[in-house]
């Protein structure tokens, strides 16, 4: 594991040394995107469309990384992203992820499919935000915003762009399933990977049995291995604007909208009640061929200007976090990057990338010319050239 880390300098090495000490049905269920992968690379190629203006002979020897979010100020302008399933990964996964937030002063949503009771999450951090999938009908949907708030979270945040499960190709090519299946497959890159299966998958059923899925409706789900139990997927194709009313009416709290991309659809999650939106095509796992996050941030901050706007999708390096603050973003949020920092070292894999992002941003400020987030948010688009972005360079 030091070996590892030693050699993990930015976040993309996470996922090399993750493709080779996890599974290959897990590992496949971190990377798997839709389809052809488009709406993925569209999410990673986005940020080439334009360039930083760095500013020069600026006094930049003390620096701020700092943003204020619903009223919590955080040491940094990127949190963790809901990642599923996170305790088949690494040991506790979603104590893992929350504790390294914790420790590292950023925000962290923790997933709706998650196999840890959100009540130990919130417990162990208050500060963590919780993503809820929807369930299928209007009981259950009540049940869920209880139990959440009974938990103590003090941010809710609701998925909307999941009205139907995404194509499984990538799954089906990789093993995975949701249960998994006792397959021979299955058995052998369990054996052949021994250091998951003692440290995660045996550490877990021996301490605290067979995982379940325990946060996608008010009571537990289906376990997460067996041999003919399938996951109870309630229809969500019938959910609407009205849910997102009702839900506004039972959470008195800040309300985040995920799954947005479209400048009308923000509109209108404002208009509701959305005390924030997260743009995002769900990391390129359910529509392939969707925009970039990025690419509708300027428009969408342009259409909602009263509220915090985030997103989520392709961010890589600090350069990218960067760059959407300089289009309005007030926060971002990564996914994939910590699940794979998470498989190979756990919480201190997680906090390594979190410290390596965090540098990033702050060696990037220093070149530009920027001592403040705040000066990000303020007039950003002064610090970068795209082409066809009105006003995209400024007169000093």
């Given at each position: 594991?030091?070996?590892?880390?030693?050699?993990?300098?930015?976040?993309?090495?996470?996922?090399?040394?993750?493709?080779r000490l996890l599974p290959e049905p897990i590992f496949?269920?971190?990377?798997?995107?839709?389809?052809?992968?488009?709406?993925?690379?569209?999410?990673?190629?986005?940020?080439?469309?334009?360039?930083?203006?760095?500013?020069?002979?600026?006094?930049?020897?003390?620096?701020?990384?700092?943003?204020?979010?619903?009223g919590q100020r955080y040491a940094q302008p990127f949190?963790?992203?809901?990642?599923?399933?996170?305790?088949?990964?690494?040991?506790?996964?979603?104590?893992?992820?929350?504790?390294?937030?914790?420790?590292?002063?950023?925000?962290?949503?923790?997933?709706?499919?998650?196999?840890?009771?959100?009540?130990?999450?919130?417990?162990?951090?208050?500060?963590?935000?919780?993503?809820?999938?929807?369930?299928?009908?209007?009981?259950?949907?009540?049940?869920?915003?209880?139990?959440?708030?009974?938990?103590?979270?003090?941010?809710?945040?609701?998925?909307?762009?999941?009205?139907?499960?995404?194509?499984?190709?990538?799954?089906?090519?990789?093993?995975?399933?949701?249960?998994?299946?006792?397959?021979?497959?299955?058995?052998?890159?369990?054996?052949?990977?021994?250091?998951?299966?003692?440290?995660?998958?045996?550490?877990?059923?021996?301490?605290?049995?067979?995982?379940?899925?325990?946060?996608?409706?008010?009571?537990?789900?289906?376990?997460?291995?067996?041999?003919?139990?399938?996951?109870?997927?309630?229809?969500?194709?019938?959910?609407?604007?009205?849910?997102?009313?009702?839900?506004?009416?039972?959470?008195?709290?800040?309300?985040?909208?995920?799954?947005?991309?479209?400048?009308?659809?923000?509109?209108?999650?404002?208009?509701?009640?959305?005390?924030?939106?997260?743009?995002?095509?769900?990391?390129?796992?359910?529509?392939?061929?969707?925009?970039?996050?990025?690419?509708?941030?300027?428009?969408?901050?342009?259409?909602?200007?009263?509220?915090?706007?985030?997103?989520?999708?392709?961010?890589?390096?600090?350069?990218?976090?960067?760059?959407?603050?300089?289009?309005?973003?007030?926060?971002?949020?990564?996914?994939?990057?910590?699940?794979?920092?998470?498989?190979?070292?756990?919480?201190?894999?997680?906090?390594?990338?979190?410290?390596?992002?965090?540098?990033?941003?702050?060696?990037?400020?220093?070149?530009?010319?920027?001592?403040?987030?705040?000066?990000?948010?303020?007039?950003?688009?002064?610090?970068?050239?795209?082409?066809?972005?009105?006003r995209s360079l400024r007169a000093a």
């Amino acid at each position: 594991m030091k070996k590892a880390l030693k050699s993990c300098l930015c976040l993309n090495d996470f996922e090399r040394h993750a493709r080779r000490l996890l599974p290959e049905p897990i590992f496949g269920y971190i990377s798997a995107a839709a389809e052809e992968r488009a709406s993925f690379d569209n999410n990673i190629n986005a940020f080439k469309s334009c360039a930083f203006v760095n500013r020069v002979l600026v006094d930049v020897s003390r620096r701020d990384c700092g943003v204020e979010l619903f009223g919590q100020r955080y040491a940094q302008p990127f949190g963790i992203a809901p990642v599923g399933l996170s305790a088949l990964f690494t040991y506790r996964g979603d104590l893992a992820l929350s504790n390294a937030a914790s420790s590292r002063q950023i925000p962290m949503i923790m997933s709706g499919s998650s196999l840890i009771p959100l009540e130990e999450v919130a417990q162990r951090n208050p500060q963590t935000w919780f993503q809820a999938y929807l369930p299928g009908n209007i009981d259950q949907i009540d049940a869920l915003i209880r139990r959440v708030i009974q938990a103590g979270f003090k941010t809710l945040v609701i998925t909307v762009d999941t009205p139907i499960n995404p194509n499984k190709e990538h799954y089906i090519r990789s093993g995975f399933s949701t249960p998994l299946r006792f397959t021979p497959r299955l058995f052998w890159q369990g054996i052949s990977h021994p250091r998951w299966l003692a440290g995660t998958f045996l550490k877990t059923v021996i301490k605290h049995g067979i995982p379940h899925f325990e946060n996608n409706y008010a009571t537990r789900g289906a376990p997460i291995v067996s041999r003919n139990i399938e996951r109870d997927f309630s229809d969500r194709g019938h959910l609407n604007w009205e849910h997102l009313k009702r839900i506004r009416g039972l959470w008195k709290h800040p309300l985040v909208v995920k799954g947005i991309l479209s400048p009308q659809d923000a509109s209108m999650a404002v208009e509701l009640g959305a005390d924030g939106i997260i743009l995002s095509n769900h990391g390129g796992r359910q529509l392939d061929g969707a925009v970039s996050p990025f690419e509708m941030l300027p428009l969408v901050v342009e259409r909602c200007p009263r509220v915090p706007i985030m997103l989520d999708g392709g961010i890589r390096r600090g350069s990218d976090v960067l760059k959407c603050l300089a289009l309005g973003a007030r926060c971002v949020f990564v996914g994939r990057p910590f699940a794979y920092a998470a498989g190979v070292a756990g919480q201190q894999g997680i906090e390594q990338a979190i410290d390596l992002l965090s540098a990033e941003i702050d060696r990037d400020m220093a070149m530009l010319g920027l001592t403040r987030v705040s000066d990000l948010h303020a007039d950003g688009r002064r610090f970068l050239h795209r082409p066809g972005l009105a006003r995209s360079l400024r007169a000093a």
